[in-house]
């Protein structure tokens, strides 16, 4: 029996143990004067040795299903066992024998990757004798090695991830929770990061409990549990959710049309489950294994075409989750937002010459250059650290440029950046709204700021809570939303004043996949309006939807045109067709290549 076989049995074995057991849990929180009931008589069971996946839409329960575990809250009702240890009475002992890495990991960022480190050693009892041997296991194993005086704060988001998972296991844990480890990072930093995980379940038989808002990281577990509003949908492997979706599912493409148009005429179609943008094509579910009449579901339209494709796990998700809502069927979203646009179509509403941000020494931002046109939607992609934020943050006047010319809305930045940020709506990366204010609150005081006064402002308020589906949370605070509404509140107050521009800095960073496909409808929209859309992403299909992209790394445009163009230069022998994020990584990889060999 060769080594490979001898692995695979071990873990077959262990998958047979449990690592973790609830039975018939319950929790229930306040939130102000209603009683929400996060989890609802939760039975599920975490083998050892392998990954189990836990997901859900935003407000399932899958962060409190992770605290329960790891003995930080007390279920109401029920019982949790884990490594044979009982979670509510023996809350210490769990807590010494597994790992927790929560969303927010809490790394000091004036402290360095070295000092991180010892603190956790620290807080985790870990002698001093066994911290050498350790801390170079961890440092070759995440590839922080060279960077171990370095301040945490001036890490990417990807190396302050593999940071936080290296603290996390600086005391080698039995079970590993990990609550969405890959949100906001770009996809090298994601691969890397699973990479880890792999390696810590293949070779030192780990247990691995593993949150994502990632369906193709589900597919990659042993099994899948599936949470929704607080109950259990389902929990097995991955491909089988898929079975149920076979005979279901097509790509359709149309030459010569655009394809965000084909996505919104089938995603209004009769029996369309789901209709989502992939590479050139449109992937479509349907309701039943009748073949579709394409004719139907796309008058006028006679060249289409219509091929059927294998099922896979996030056809079986959208389709699980749309069962279990109100709305049904992929439903536009119907922003209707009656902008009254002063430029005409097909100007450069945004137009950037040779622009350079310093900080210090470091050039965050180097000689970049690019145009936008009204209703374009443009997409900034690059690795954590490329410079995407700092050129937004740049575009919105809210950082002037060490060199270069910056244009936005007619305005020169340097004379007039007051002026065009009136004429912007601005979504940054993290939530910077007013968390201990309502959502009603935040959007009267954003009206505000933006102008809007008595009856318009409450037009507008009351515009936002139906369009963004925000009115049964009005009275919320916002700081205690699930992320998908904090995400529709910030976007919802980006829009209150009618931009003629709008910025998104990575809008669906760790929000579901249905969520996604609302934010995207509600995009599309606005650019059918005339409203011009700058967004970054680190989710590569999304990209798919952009007009045209621009690729950063290390402050500068590697590749600048649309989506199919950049996807063809990735092509090779070995990958003909490559997916943008094939396209990306081989971006990515070939300019550090050629750093290191110019170094």
């Known amino acids: 029996m060769n080594a490979k076989e001898t692995k695979t049995d071990r873990q077959s074995s262990l998958a047979n143990q449990v690592a973790l057991e609830f039975r018939s849990v319950t929790k229930t929180f306040m939130a102000g004067k209603r009683k929400v009931k996060a989890l609802e008589d939760i039975s599920v069971r975490v083998p050892s040795g392998v990954i189990t996946g836990l997901i859900g839409p935003d407000g399932a329960g899958k962060t409190t299903l992770m605290r329960l575990a790891a003995g930080l809250l007390i279920p109401d009702e029920g019982r949790i066992t884990v490594l044979a240890l009982d979670a509510t009475h023996d809350s210490l002992a769990v807590q010494a024998s597994i790992g927790y890495m929560p969303q927010r990991f809490g790394l000091y960022e004036d402290l360095s990757v070295q000092e991180n480190l010892d603190l956790y050693a620290d807080l985790q009892g870990v002698l001093t004798d066994q911290r050498p041997a350790r801390y170079q296991e961890l440092m070759h194993m995440t590839g922080l090695a060279p960077f171990s005086s370095r301040l945490a704060g001036r890490l990417s988001g990807g190396m302050k991830q593999k940071l936080g998972l ?229 575009l919105c006047g809210l950082l002037p440029p060490s060199a270069g010319k910056l244009r936005v809305a007619g305005l020169d930045l340097r004379k007039a950046a007051a002026a065009a940020r009136a004429r912007i709506g601005y979504m940054s990366q993290k939530f910077s709204l007013y968390g201990n204010l309502s959502v009603r609150q935040n959007l009267k005081f954003f009206s505000s700021v933006y102008g809007l006064r008595a009856r318009h402002r409450a037009q507008k308020v009351d515009w936002a809570l139906d369009q963004f589906e925000l009115r049964s949370q009005a009275e919320a605070t916002s700081g205690d939303l699930p992320l998908g509404y904090k995400q529709r509140l910030a976007m919802a107050c980006a829009l209150m004043h009618e931009p003629e521009i709008l910025f998104l800095d990575e809008p669906t960073s760790g929000v579901d996949p249905l969520a996604r496909r609302e934010f995207w409808l509600r995009i599309n929209e606005l650019a059918e309006e005339g409203v011009t859309v700058l967004v970054t992403t680190h989710f590569m299909e999304e990209a798919e939807y952009c007009d045209r992209l621009a690729i950063m790394s290390a402050g500068k445009i590697l590749a600048l045109g649309v989506p199919r163009e950049i996807k063809k230069e990735a092509s090779s022998p070995e990958n003909v067709d490559p997916t943008m994020e094939d396209a990306f990584i081989k971006l990515i990889q070939t300019d550090e290549q050629g750093n290191k060999g110019n170094g």
Not at 176 to 190: A, I, K, M, Q, Y
Not at 337 to 359: L, Q
């Open 166 to 394: 290296a603290c996390t296991l600086v005391h080698p844990p039995e079970l590993l929770l990990l609550d969405e480890p890959t949100v906001g990072v770009d996809p090298v930093s994601r691969r890397e990061l699973w990479s880890i995980v792999n390696r810590l379940v293949q070779e030192q038989g780990m247990s691995v409990l593993l949150s994502t808002a990632y369906l193709d990281e589900a597919e990659q577990c042993h099994e899948v549990i599936m949470l929704h509003q607080g109950r259990l949908l389902g929990q097995k492997p991955p491909d089988e959710f898929s079975k149920s979706l076979e005979g279901h599912t097509y790509t359709v493409k149309v030459p010569g049309l655009n394809k965000r148009n084909v996505q919104k005429r089938l995603s209004e179609g009769e029996g369309v489950i789901d209709a989502v943008i992939q590479g050139e094509r449109v992937r479509l579910v349907m309701d039943s294994t009748e073949r579709p009449k394409i004719g139907a579901l796309l008058q006028g339209v006679d060249d289409a075409v219509l091929k059927s494709v294998p099922a896979r796990f996030e056809d079986s998700f959208i389709a699980m989750l749309r069962s279990e809502t109100e709305k049904g069927k992929n439903q536009a979203s119907q922003t209707n937002i009656a902008h009254s646009m002063r430029m005409s179509g097909g100007d450069k509403v945004i137009e950037v010459r040779d622009v350079a941000r310093r900080f210090g020494d470091f050039y965050a931002v180097t000689n970049v250059t690019f145009d936008v046109k009204q209703g374009e939607v443009f997409g900034l992609l690059g690795a954590n650290g490329a410079g995407k934020s700092t050129t937004f943050r740049m």
